[in-house]
């Protein structure tokens, strides 16, 4: 490795940093580089040819090497101009290398270009929390491997050091203090919080999200640049060698990006965490997966043993195969005796972690892989749960078994729920989970195939002769607004056009929105959506009490079928007008899924019509086929949406 004299500039070569001159230390500096990019080692070569030495380097370097002089070193690294990263074999010796040496140093100096000298770091507001350096994927091990970090800020002054302002960069980083502070080791942290850490930061390359934390998990692999993703399974491969931690499995727990919830039914031991309706991969995509998997823990497989109440548990045994990674988990079927949902067949997978939290034991949701035998599988969704092991050793008459599917079923429509009276039992049991994504994704295919087609054929739960499923597109005419605007009602709508379209791709995040309202400022409010997980057509409905003329918010009751409360409808969130009495976009509402969801879902409506009733109103919902419904089949089928407001006494 390269080191750079602070009083001349030159750059000399040394094996290793125990090669430095007897008594003699280095320096080391973090940064973040310059978005018009920083002095390399070639040009720092060319300068010290030249003669010019530091007087024509960088202003980075200069005052670096300025400052580290001053505190008495007379050698610092760099690693813009220390490396040669011309050469393939230095530059991935150097990233392999890189935690070991900011370890080493004798300090490390954080230079935070975008923070002045003049504030409070610990205010809430500081500049310093909110340095681009907190956000980057490098910085993360230069902050935790120096023994002494210090931190200086814009105008080369220090503002503090790592132990000093422990609990403010905890706050900002997430890094336990005790990490900070030495007094706690990072092998004593979990795989899965340490992932965490590093899912809102960023790098250059996509690459360098998994290379910037081999030093984290002491791990080492080649560098492949051009690589992109599959550099983090990489990762991921070498932890699963080197690191006994099956939290490593639980990421995604809430859901993609975060969309997903925790749902606790009263009463009830087993906590189900929501996830997207997709077959997924072992293995996590990116470090953001684990945005959410901080409090998990590894826990022994002799504590594992014992919560579950087995006679006993092999060590997992993990192998690489072209059939998927195998392993010995306690594995357990989830009940169900209906032959005809075979094909959704599910197992627990129990790990040897817990959410700290609650200190539940949690467990994969494993499905067979499609066309091969029965120890193959992929992981299913909801991707993991956390599971109170009372639960498999109780005669309750819902088992496990039963919340489990019911919970499946009703995420994905499904009425009729299937005959379970067993206690799940674990057992160990050599698996193959499959870990490529590619396959993954041809599993997920296969999946959406065979819902749609039980979707398109079965009666018991699509009475209408009109699928109203994703893809479609719906169109509220002219001739509709026109009819509600001669009974005194104004119109007013959260969408431009007439033309509503909703797909696959945004299924989760569509909702069109309608207000009508009448001369004594009645309001009622129509709303469009889709299932996020069946992709069926969803309609509500919802009224409001008379408003005041300086009435920004009314508070809406909800609508009524057959002067019943319709309990769909309270899944809806409320109303919000602007000052001008327009529609705004209503807060997103994340419970799509409540046990009477299918109640909204237009495919149940008879006929495809809904009334909802309140007081001496009835708003009368339908929709049927507008056109020939051909035409592009990715944009789907193309339906009416009527909308009209009577009196109970039948006058419009």
């Known amino acids: 490795m390269f080191f750079l004299r602070t009083d001349d500039g030159t750059l000399h070569r040394f094996a290793d940093p125990r090669a430095l001159p007897k008594g003699e230390h280095y320096a080391i500096l973090s940064h973040v580089w310059a978005k018009d990019g920083e002095q390399t080692f070639q040009e720092l070569e060319a300068l010290i040819a030249s003669g010019a030495g530091l007087a024509n380097a960088s202003a980075k370097i200069r005052e670096f090497c300025r400052f580290a002089k001053g505190e008495g070193y007379h050698w610092v690294w760099i690693d813009s101009c220390c490396i040669d990263k011309t050469s393939s074999a230095e530059l991935s010796e150097a990233i392999n290398a890189m935690f070991a040496w900011y370890a080493d140093a004798h300090v490390c100096y954080a230079y935070l270009a975008d923070v002045p000298d003049d504030e409070d770091p610990c205010?809430?507001?500081?500049?310093?929390?909110?340095?681009?350096?907190?956000?980057?994927?490098?910085?993360?091990?230069?902050?935790?491997?120096?023994?002494?970090?210090?931190?200086?800020?814009?105008?080369?002054?220090?503002?503090?050091?790592?132990?000093?302002?422990?609990?403010?960069?905890?706050?900002?980083?997430?890094?336990?203090?005790?990490?900070?502070?030495?007094?706690?080791?990072?092998?004593?942290?979990?795989?899965?919080?340490?992932?965490?850490?590093?899912?809102?930061?960023?790098?250059?390359?996509?690459?360098?999200?998994?290379?910037?934390?081999?030093?984290?998990?002491?791990?080492?692999?080649?560098?492949?640049?051009?690589?992109?993703?599959?550099?983090?399974?990489?990762?991921?491969?070498?932890?699963?060698?080197?690191?006994?931690?099956?939290?490593?499995?639980?990421?995604?727990?809430?859901?993609?990006?975060?969309?997903?919830?925790?749902?606790?039914?009263?009463?009830?031991?087993?906590?189900?965490?929501?996830?997207?309706?997709?077959?997924?991969?072992?293995?996590?995509?990116?470090?953001?997966?684990?945005?959410?998997?901080?409090?998990?823990?590894?826990?022994?497989?002799?504590?594992?043993?014992?919560?579950?109440?087995?006679?006993?548990?092999?060590?997992?045994?993990?192998?690489?195969?072209?059939?998927?990674?195998?392993?010995?988990?306690?594995?357990?079927?989830?009940?169900?005796?209906?032959?005809?949902?075979?094909?959704?067949?599910k197992y627990l997978a129990f790990l040897a972690c817990e959410d700290t939290d609650v200190g539940l034991l949690l467990a994969l949701v494993l499905q067979p892989s499609p066309g091969t035998n029965m120890h193959q599988f992929h992981v299913a969704f909801p991707r993991v749960i956390r599971i109170d092991p009372a639960m498999l050793h109780t005669t309750h008459e819902e088992t496990i078994g039963q919340q489990l599917w019911s919970f499946l079923y009703r995420m994905l429509g499904w009425e009729a729920l299937p005959s379970v009276q067993h206690l799940l039992r674990p057992r160990v049991t050599h698996v193959y989970i499959n870990a490529d994504n590619k396959a993954m994704r041809r599993a997920c295919d296969v999946f959406e195939r065979k819902m749609r087609a039980m979707y398109s054929s079965s009666s018991q739960w699509r009475p209408s002769p009109a699928p109203f499923f994703l893809p479609l597109r719906v169109v509220f005419p002219p001739w509709v607004a026109a009819r509600l605007r001669k009974t005194g009602l104004s119109v007013h709508c959260n969408y431009a056009g007439r033309e509503l379209l909703f797909d696959w791709r945004r299924r989760g995040a569509q909702r069109y929105s309608m207000v009508l309202r009448d001369a004594r400022g009645e309001a009622v409010q129509l709303w469009l959506d889709v299932c996020a997980l069946s992709g069926a057509l969803r309609a509500f409905v919802a009224f409001g009490e008379p408003l005041a003329e300086d009435s920004a918010q009314p508070q809406l009751e909800r609508g009524q079928e057959g002067r019943e409360p319709d309990a769909c409808c309270r899944a809806g969130s409320k109303l919000a007008l602007d000052g001008n009495g327009e529609a705004g976009v209503e807060e997103q509402n994340t419970d799509y899924h409540t046990p009477t969801c299918e109640g909204a879902q237009v495919h149940c409506w008879k006929e495809g019509r809904k009334d909802f009733w309140h007081a001496d109103r009835v708003v009368r919902v339908s929709f049927f086929p507008w056109g020939s419904n051909e035409g592009d089949e990715s944009q789907g089928r193309m339906y009416c949406w009527k909308v009209e407001v009577v009196s109970t006494d039948g006058t419009g």
């Open 123 to 345: 205010e809430p507001r500081s500049r310093f929390r909110r340095s681009r350096w907190f956000t980057r994927g490098w910085t993360l091990q230069e902050l935790i491997a120096p023994r002494s970090l210090i931190f200086l800020s814009q105008r080369w002054t220090i503002i503090g050091t790592k132990a000093g302002l422990a609990d403010t960069i905890e706050q900002v980083t997430g890094v336990d203090r005790d990490v900070l502070t030495l007094k706690k080791a990072l092998h004593d942290v979990s795989v899965a919080r340490r992932m965490s850490w590093a899912a809102d930061r960023q790098t250059t390359r996509l690459e360098d999200e998994a290379y910037s934390l081999m030093g984290i998990f002491g791990v080492y692999m080649p560098t492949i640049y051009g690589e992109g993703s599959n550099a983090f399974i990489r990762l991921q491969e070498e932890i699963l060698r080197h690191i006994p931690d099956q939290s490593l499995f639980v990421w995604e727990l809430n859901g993609i990006g975060g969309s997903g919830s925790l749902k606790e039914k009263p009463g009830n031991p087993l906590l189900l965490l929501r996830g997207p309706r997709r077959t997924q991969s072992l293995f996590a995509q990116r470090p953001r997966d684990f945005r959410h998997s901080a409090r998990v823990r590894p826990i022994s497989y002799r504590t594992l043993k014992d919560r579950l109440g087995v006679a006993d548990i092999a060590l997992p045994g993990y192998a690489l195969t072209s059939h998927g990674v195998s392993a010995q988990l306690p594995v357990a079927t989830i009940p169900n005796d209906d032959p005809s949902y075979e094909d959704y067949l």
